[in-house]
């Protein structure tokens, strides 16, 4: 009955402008964004594709966390099946316990927590561009809200594209379009993922031989005066005639990876400024596909009826 009385008080009108601003998000059928197969050499230039749009979804995790180590296998899925819409980052802390505590983590933890302070005090948490924390196993329902949320008021982004291509000792990354909207106070971020990275003998072990999606590598190039920030768990970090023209990283050999390309504020813009959220990201991933369920053909078909039968109650209620 509650929502019958709803539908009487002209909620089909808003809720047809919501999924009037939903099918008018960009979205490619079966989208998996920029990820290559193991078996593609990167001899040849390899591009990210010219992107902005990506959302960064960080998760507070740790490798002793029974929580954590079970939904990891979901979470490679649910990156899948969200295609380029987010790029999804995990964040192992430097806590003594963890068995990776990769230093580039935890400076991103430290970001997180100038924003956030209590973001690291339970895991799993995950934040979606740096908003409100959402904590446990049940939050990810929360976290599909922020995403469409913040989706829906993003206006305009940085548009980004970086290659990479193959080096002797493993890969080299190097920026190929930046055309950067106006934000005094912000950098360019690389981001390095570990996918499947394999568990120690000897560590607290409460899931899998593998973790997926750990940040290992940081590299950060502040705008204002083009000076490199941060260079850790890259082999080398390079801006030769400034941030957005020229920035390069370097990194060693390893299975599978993402680099993740970001523009967003500075700690210090975070600090004086309140601005938390990026200006734009995009992502190139060299993994196995996860089989994501085969729901994305029936998306424009099921918000097509609901529209529908919105419209069918506006024209019922005049």
Same mark, same amino acid.
């Given at each position: ?32 964004? #920029? ?5 593609? !050499?990167?001899? $040849?230039?390899?591009? %990210?594709? @010219?992107?902005?749009?990506? +959302? ?115 890969? #080299? ?5 930046? !055309?950067?909207? $106006?934000?005094?106070? %912000?950098? @360019?971020?690389?981001?390095? +993922? ?125």
């Amino acid at each position: 009955m509650a929502n019958r009385q709803g539908l009487g008080s002209g909620f089909p009108l808003r809720l047809f402008i919501l999924l009037f601003m939903l099918i008018s998000l960009p979205w490619t059928p079966n989208s998996q964004g #920029r990820v290559v197969g193991l078996d593609t !050499s990167f001899e $040849e230039p390899v591009s %990210s594709g @010219l992107g902005g749009r990506t +959302l960064l979804v960080e998760e507070v995790t740790a490798t002793w966390c029974p929580t954590c180590a079970s939904i990891d296998p979901e979470l490679f899925q649910v990156a899948d099946s969200h295609g380029s819409r987010i790029a999804l980052i995990a964040l192992h802390p430097s806590d003594g316990e963890d068995a990776f505590q990769p230093e580039a983590s935890q400076q991103r933890i430290e970001r997180l927590k100038t924003i956030q302070s209590d973001v690291a005090n339970s895991t799993p948490t995950f934040v979606v561009e740096a908003g409100t924390p959402r904590k446990g196993y049940d939050a990810w329902d929360e976290v599909q809200r922020d995403i469409l949320n913040t989706e829906l008021t993003r206006q305009s982004t940085s548009q980004l594209e970086f290659e990479v291509v193959k080096t002797e000792e493993g890969y #080299r990354a190097s920026i190929t379009t930046a !055309s950067l909207i $106006e934000a005094e106070g %912000s950098q @360019l971020t690389f981001m390095l +993922l570990e996918h499947e990275k394999q568990m120690p003998d000897g560590a607290i072990n409460p899931g899998g031989d593998s973790r997926d999606r750990v940040l290992v590598g940081l590299a950060e190039c502040n705008v204002d005066n083009n000076t490199i920030t941060s260079e850790i768990g890259f082999l080398g970090v390079e801006s030769t005639t400034g941030c957005a023209s020229s920035l390069t990283v370097e990194f060693a050999e390893m299975d599978s990876w993402s680099l993740i390309l970001i523009h967003e504020p500075s700690q210090q813009s975070i600090a004086e400024d309140g601005v938390t959220s990026t200006y734009g990201a995009v992502e190139l991933a060299r993994r196995p596909l996860a089989t994501p369920a085969d729901t994305s053909s029936a998306a424009p078909l099921i918000l097509g009826t609901c529209v529908a039968l919105s419209l069918v109650a506006i024209i019922r209620k005049k």
